[in-house]
Structure formats: C-alpha cells, structure tokens
C-alpha cells in the first residue's frame, strides 16, 4: 500500500495538466456530502450483471483448482518489478539486468527447495500445460529411435492426453490405463503396461477434479526398477501435499503458479539431472532457461511464484489441516439435510481442497445456474464449455445420470467457516428446489426401480 500511495502522486504529478480532473476526483475535501441513496438504488449498485445473468453482489468464491487468488504477500513481492527493477534478466551488461538476474535465480531457489530439488533442475516457462507439453512430447522425441511407447491414464489433465494423441498421430504407441472406481491407479496393470520401448510414464500427483492423490513414492519405484522416467503433473499438489522429488523417484514434474496463490502466467518444469534426462525443445529462439524454453523469463511472475512458494513452505501444514476441517464441515452441513450424495474419488487419498460431489436426481446445469451466488465448477476449468459429462468421472465408472450432476468444491487458504456455511445453506436449498420439480425424485422415494423401467422415445 505505501508504494501505492506513492505512485499515485508520481502520476498526477507527470500528467500536468491533463491530470488536474483526475486529481479533483481523487479528492473529497470540497465536494459536498452526497445525499444517502435510496433502497432501490442501494439493491441496483450492489448487483452484478455478466453474461445476462444478474446477481445481488460478487459471489463467495469456491473454485480454488480453477484458480487461486494471488497472495498480498505475494504482491507485495512483485510489484518493485514492475515499477522499479524492470530490468531484462537476460541484460547482461547493467545493473537493471543484473538485479533481475538475481532475482530470478533467488526464485529458482525457493520453487527447487519446496520439492527438494537442485535449482538448476528448474525451468521457467508460461504455465503446467507448456511444461506438460514438454515433458510428454519433448521426452518422447528425445528418444524415439528406441522408445515409441508412453503409458498415462484416462483421468490425466486435457493438455496431457492431448500431446498424447498428438504422438500417436507421428506413430507413437500410447496405453491409457484406468483407473479403479476410487480414482487411483492399479499399481498392477501400471507395471505390466510397461515394456522395454516404454519412453515415459505420465501420471498426475492430485487429480483436478477429483482432488485424488495417485501413489507418487510406489510410481516411482516402479519406473525406477523399469528405467523408465516418470513425468507427474503437480499442478495440484504443489504446496498442498508434501513433494520429494528424489524419494519420490520423480524424473520431471510439472508446475503451475496461480494454483498456490501466485501470479498466472507462469510455471516451472523440474527436469532431472542425475541421471540425466533429456528432453527435444519445443519453442524455438534465444535460448532462454538452459535451451530447454527460449522467450524471456518475466521476472515479476517469477518472483511471485518464489514468493508463493517460500509461504506454501511455512503455510503447509496449517493450510492442510484448516482445509480438512472446512471440507469436513461442508460435507456434513450437506449430508445432513440432503440424502443420495456421492463423494466422487477415494476420501482416503484426497487434497481435502477438493470436495467432488454428485447429487442424485437433480440435472447439473440447472443446479449450477440456481448456485449464482457460489462461484463453483462441475469440473476442469479447461473443458468447462462442454456439455459433456467429465471424462474423469466416467473413466471411474461412474453413470452418466450422476456425472452430469457433480459439482466440484475447491477450499483454499482464504476460505472462511461462514463462506462455507452460506455454500451449505445455498447448495441444499436448491437440490431441494429441483428434486421438488423431478418426477424422477419422486418415483425413487416411492421405491420404484428406474433402472428397470423401459422408457418409450417419441
């Protein structure tokens, strides 16, 4: 805030005269006291309208796997970046470059130490989907004169399955295991899917829909006996679950920023270095971060992600447990007053900020719409413009009724107990007000087997 007010003055001080309205708005002193509005008036500039819809104000906001708001602290950090020491990291021949420089690096440091990797094994980029991209398709590449094979599951993040698809098409072989009805991978069918031309396993830390966290440590093994590198994309469970990449066995690992209260736009991929994996570039030009991403490293963002980092490390264990205790109260608020809910994925194994939901007999988008005033997801934020039921919840068999009803509840760090109670008392009310309007509800409540009725088309 002090650099704030400090720059506003900067500002008016070089608009000259040009700036004198915006200073007269600025200031109060001589305007004389606006008359209190009226009730109606109060009601229309509270509201909101996007997109045709109307609300009475901005809604509590619980889609924290979508994103997360930025951390001030982390603002705090990045803001002399973009004011101040906006050097080029890259410059290497003044200080604007060199204090970027060291910043950069001092970042590098904080993301390597809170996954117990070397600094030098980080690598910058614009996000998990970029370093996703890399991993699959630049390890498949690297070696595809003697291994053509990748093994990944049906449940991994769109831009994973996505580069898959993209090597079949250059005559890669790719096996997509299932996954058991609680989200996580049979350890045995992974070891038998992997063979001696298998160039790379990729499979997520913690699902983004279902928030299942996958056996990181028995994975690795497994590679490891096998030879062959394991790629996990941590987008999720970067400062919410504990990441050891060397226990772990973890050959790369993808990252994301503005999923643990940092800046959009930026990632970072961890590459392994002993031994040494290697991977085919995927952008061309200056070659920035060791050849592996050309482009110039933004340092604000950079540093932001350090910073959010350096917290997650301090924070972990307390945003844990405060999030298993407002997952906890939610899931029981709702139960309580509902029946015929389904916890989507394992509860054993779970980030407990993720909390997927299906609520029987109730039609998801129309839920959705009636949640106005709670900012949720039926899924990932990435193919959210599809009417189709998740491909996630299908692939843990789940029936394709109840995985077009799911709704996903993400709990963060800045989530309150009253946020979460006003999220009960909304969801229930408007489960109630559809089942109301659902023969389907009625029918079931008065034991009448629908799966056994035959129903006529028209």
Not at 278 to 296: A, D, F, K, L, Y
Not at 331 to 358: C, F, K, T, W
Request: hydrophobic share 40%.
């Amino acid at each position: 805030m002090a650099l704030s007010r400090r720059l506003i003055p900067l500002f008016l001080r070089r608009g000259g005269a040009g700036a004198a309205p915006a200073a007269r708005a600025l200031s109060t002193a001589a305007e004389p006291a606006p008359a209190p509005p009226s009730a109606s008036e109060s009601e229309e500039d509270s509201s909101v309208t996007v997109k045709g819809v109307r609300i009475s104000g901005r809604p509590l906001y619980m889609d924290m796997q979508a994103t997360t708001p930025v951390d001030p602290r982390v603002l705090d950090a990045m803001l002399p970046f973009y004011v101040s020491r906006y050097g080029n990291p890259h410059s290497r021949t003044h200080l604007y470059g060199w204090e970027s420089d060291a910043a950069v690096e001092a970042a590098r440091a904080s993301v390597a130490s809170l996954v117990g990797a070397d600094p030098r094994e980080i690598f910058f980029t614009s996000g998990a989907t970029e370093c996703n991209n890399i991993a699959v398709k630049g390890v498949a590449r690297f070696y595809r004169d003697r291994r053509r094979h990748v093994v990944t599951t049906q449940t991994e993040h769109k831009c994973v399955l996505d580069s898959c698809r993209y090597l079949q098409q250059e005559g890669f072989e790719v096996t997509y295991l299932p996954v058991r009805a609680d989200g996580l991978v049979d350890l045995a069918q992974l070891e038998d899917a992997i063979r001696p031309d298998t160039g790379l396993v990729s499979i997520m830390a913690v699902n983004n829909e279902i928030g299942v966290v996958q056996p990181l440590e028995e994975i690795g093994r497994i590679c490891k006996e096998k030879g062959v590198p394991f790629h996990t994309d941590a987008a999720q469970a970067l400062g919410k679950i504990p990441i050891d990449v060397n226990r772990m066995g973890i050959g790369l690992m993808s990252l994301s920023g503005h999923k643990i209260y940092g800046p959009k736009g930026v990632g970072a991929l961890y590459l392994r270095r002993r031994p040494r994996i290697r991977v085919e570039p995927q952008m061309s030009g200056g070659g920035q971060e060791r050849g592996i991403r050309s482009g110039t490293v933004p340092t604000p963002l950079v540093v932001g992600f350090g910073a959010a980092c350096e917290i997650a490390a301090q924070e972990m264990d307390y945003d844990h447990r405060r999030a298993s205790a407002l997952q906890q109260r939610l899931l029981d608020g709702i139960r309580a007053q509902v029946d015929e809910v389904v916890i989507n994925g394992s509860m054993e194994h779970r980030y407990p900020g993720n909390l997927n939901l299906s609520f029987a007999y109730v039609e998801g988008e129309s839920l959705l719409m009636g949640l106005k005033e709670v900012a949720v997801s039926s899924g990932s934020a990435c193919t959210s413009a599809s009417l189709e039921p998740s491909y996630v919840l299908r692939a843990l068999g789940v029936e394709e009724d109840m995985a077009h009803t799911s709704i996903r509840f993400g709990i963060g760090r800045f989530t309150t107990e009253e946020e979460v109670d006003r999220a009960i008392e909304l969801t229930v009310r408007q489960v109630k007000k559809l089942r109301d309007m659902s023969p389907l509800y009625e029918m079931a409540k008065a034991g009448i087997d629908l799966k056994s009725i035959e129903w006529s088309q028209h």
